[in-house]
């Protein structure tokens, strides 16, 4: 029997708030354990949650982004579970009236259009974080996270493979960092991706048992994940076994999911609305004022660029994949309008010392204006675009302006017919064999003739006026 795997995706988005859901506490990354706490996030007797105004607006903002309907009154409730990092024994989120729902997000994968429909997306604080070391019997908790705003938005079971859950996954990524609702670092748990995936026969319509994925950091581990997990169910469906309901974690050591827990349902964890929270109101007027604010999305900048700049998909795609960079590659051809010399450039030079010193396109030192002068340098003449390129690194490591650099290494392009004549001469009389298999037809000597000039140049002779003045100086010795 053949089986098709039906996956929907639970994703926590952690909102770009500066302090926590229901109070004050810092969400700053990567401070000492446990300083950032306080009555309300730790659960005391008598501490009141306050909800974070910002946060709200951080969802909704999402929820227009994604095509949702957002509820005018929502409301909180009690998740109640018992773990170490949830202080209070519940955690507060949303349940049957969630902020957000009933969205879409058309992903392209292989080139095809899939629209994936969103169930909800609600707000709920964040556990805090378990921390078990090798060879310790005991495991330590860090409460920082606890209380910090998450976003989570869940899916319909539209997804059918590891290709479409990661394209889907890369969308909404760049949505959020377009809107600045979230930074998106999987490696630091601003993101955090839960597949829920089932086998069922093929043509089927009945769906079959779920197992969830959990601790799972990177687009890759994302889909080594599902492969091995579609793998091992249909291996247990296929030996005549059945499937457990139960979450699994993504060991990436050993490249296998194993057993966690068994899975609850959500009648497991007693749902009810929180006393300590009034519901919200969302008007008519709040919901448009955050409209008016919303940026020109991805997918849209991406058809627009195609449209208007004539780019490749693949360059399209690239160049919105952060809203930094389009901006950066917009201000540059709005200053150089070669829109292809440019996108090579942003892609090649730039991303690649973006890289490499792990700095951000925003802070780059060399600036689109830079940028733009490094171009018409190159298109005036005044140098190649192989120095150019070499050129850049230096550049990006010292902020100067790509003249003044081509000034203080003398740099400039040789364009004087004089010059370069007394080189070709020079060349063609030291090289007389491969002048005569010239004159005899063979034109793929030229390219020997042009590496020889600009060697005798020091690589600063203008290669298109050197390939120039030699058919011409050629076709006068072959009338000679």
Known sequence: MRYEPVIGLEVHAQLQTRTKLFCGCRTTFGLDPNTQTCPVCLGLPGALPVINEKAVELAIRTGLALHCTIRRLNRFARKNYFYPDLPKGYQISQYEEPICEHGWLE???????????IRRAHLEEDAGKT????HVTSSLVDLNRAGTPLLEIVTEPDLQSSEEVVAYLKALRDILRYLDVCDGNMEQGSLRCEPNLSLRPVGSSQLGTKVELKNINSFK?????????????????EEGGTIQQETRLWDWDRGKTVVMRGKEEAHDYRYFPDPDLVPVHVSEDWIAQVEATLPELPQARQRRLMTQYGLPEYDASVLTSERALADYFEACVALFPDAKTVSHFVMGELLREVKQTGGSVEASPVTPAHLAELLKLVESGVISLKVARELFPELYATGKSPAQVVEEKGLQQIS???MLRSWIEEVLRTNPNQVAQYCRGKETVLGFFVGQVMKASGGKANPQ???????????AWKEA
């Open 107 to 117: 992903v392209s994968v292989n080139g095809t259009w899939k629209r994936v429909r």
């Open 131 to 134: 921390i078990h070391m090798e």
């Open 221 to 237: 581990f994302v889909k080594d994940a599902i492969d091995y997990e579609i793998a091992r169910q249909t291996r247990v469906l």
């Open 416 to 418: 004087d017919e004089g």
């Open 465 to 475: 006026k050197v390939n120039e003045l030699l058919r011409q100086v050629l076709a």
